[in-house]
């Protein structure tokens, strides 16, 4: 009979664990959808921004073509917040290209000299 309780113990407490686990896979998978939508709506508020002041030079830097600048610049700042909250990412980081890594590389590396040794 103790080793009866003893295991049906072991399963209550792997249970538990499994529950707790899973609790806790939820609320890491509503903060990083709340953090994507962070992104999305920043990165719409920009993009339609840029689109505003300079349409052709934003297609170039957000990069997207000259169908969906207009799309985005007609969406309403209803439709723009539904769409920056659909899950997925908007943007899409560039950092395949190697110029623009090797770019920011250069960047940071005059920011370093430019700050000397720490003293």
Do not use: W
């Not at 709506?41 to 969906?68: F, H, P, T």
């Amino acid at each position: 009979m103790e080793l009866v309780n003893r295991k049906f113990s072991d399963t209550r407490k792997y249970n538990v664990h499994v529950h707790e686990q899973a609790l806790s896979n939820v609320m890491n998978i509503n903060e990083i959808t709340g953090e994507i939508y962070e992104l999305n709506a920043a990165y719409m508020l920009l993009a339609r921004r840029l689109l505003c002041e300079n349409k052709s030079a934003a297609i170039s830097d957000i990069g997207v073509s000259e169908q969906v600048a207009d799309v985005l610049l007609n969406l309403s700042p209803h439709q723009a917040l539904r769409l920056a909250r659909s899950g997925q990412l908007l943007c899409c980081l560039r950092f395949d290209d190697y110029s623009i890594l090797d770019m920011l590389d250069e960047k940071i590396r005059a920011v370093s000299i430019c700050d000397g040794p720490a003293t």
